[in-house]
């Protein structure tokens, strides 16, 4: 860690932290884009976590949600805990791709989980919210028989207003933008850093080299290692 960096972070008031798959793969997440991630293994997977396939095959894709994403022991990694750390001293917001529940586990304290997440789980007829251990035993609800889902941005759905109207609000006061374990290939996740202030130096913690189109402080190193080094 260079001693740049860290005075980076501390002088840092509002920090924004943009992740994706590769902050949790570390917890044993498969990431989705990788040699090993789960859109190599499945070619049909956008189709199994598309609306499309919710509504007209819901045993397919509740079969193919449960098998493939839910890890119910994961644990959060240090890349979570130190970016929960920042959050509980309101120096930071985490911005994440993921679904998986981890930055909650971690007590996040700022976060906006721009996909939504695996464990708020409603009842597509009543809207009921259902703990999350239920719908992976059954994914119909007790009451009135209706299909369960979780609470995610599936293919073919939009964004919730609320997560993109916070998530610019963050980026346009944001005075150090850090990027973490993300290709920032997938939009308008991606378009985020459209909102950044000018001002806000941006860092690029990747195992692969990024080109964003704006000037970025890239740091191509092991994220884990970073975070086990970044001093909070």
């Known amino acids: 860690m260079e001693a740049r ?7 840092a008031k509002h920090i924004v932290f943009l992740t994706g798959a590769g902050v949790s793969t570390p917890s044993g997440i498969p990431d989705y ?10 070619r049909n997977a956008e189709y199994y976590l598309s ?3 919710l509504v007209r095959e819901p045993a397919t894709f509740y079969d193919y949600v449960k098998q493939n994403l839910y890890y119910p022991d994961a644990q959060p990694n240090v890349i979570h805990t130190k970016q929960a750390a ?8 985490v911005i994440t791709q993921n679904i998986d529940n981890l930055y909650n586990v971690a007590n996040c304290a700022h976060l906006v989980e721009f996909h939504g997440n695996l464990y708020n789980v409603y009842c597509q007829v009543c809207g009921a919210h259902v703990d999350w251990h239920q719908y992976l035993k059954d994914p119909h609800h007790d009451a009135d028989g209706g299909w369960l889902r979780p609470d995610v941005v599936l293919y073919e759905e939009g964004l919730k207003q609320l997560n ?10 944001a005075d150090l933008v850090v990027i973490v374990g993300t290709s920032m290939r997938v939009y308008p996740f991606a378009g985020l850093l459209d909102y950044r202030n000018d001002q806000a130096p941006v ?19 092991d994220a884990t290692q970073f975070f086990e080094e970044l001093q909070v």
């Open 203 to 221: 860092v690029v913690i990747n195992q692969e080299k990024l080109d964003l189109g704006v000037p970025i402080e890239m740091v191509q190193a």
């Open 5 to 11: 960096l860290q005075e980076q972070f501390d002088q």
């Open 33 to 42: 884009r990788s040699k090993n991630g789960l859109y190599t293994g499945h």
């Open 164 to 173: 993109i109207q916070r998530a610019v609000a963050a980026m346009t006061q």
């Open 51 to 53: 609306h499309t396939c």
């Open 86 to 93: 920042l959050t509980r001293e309101n120096r930071a917001t």
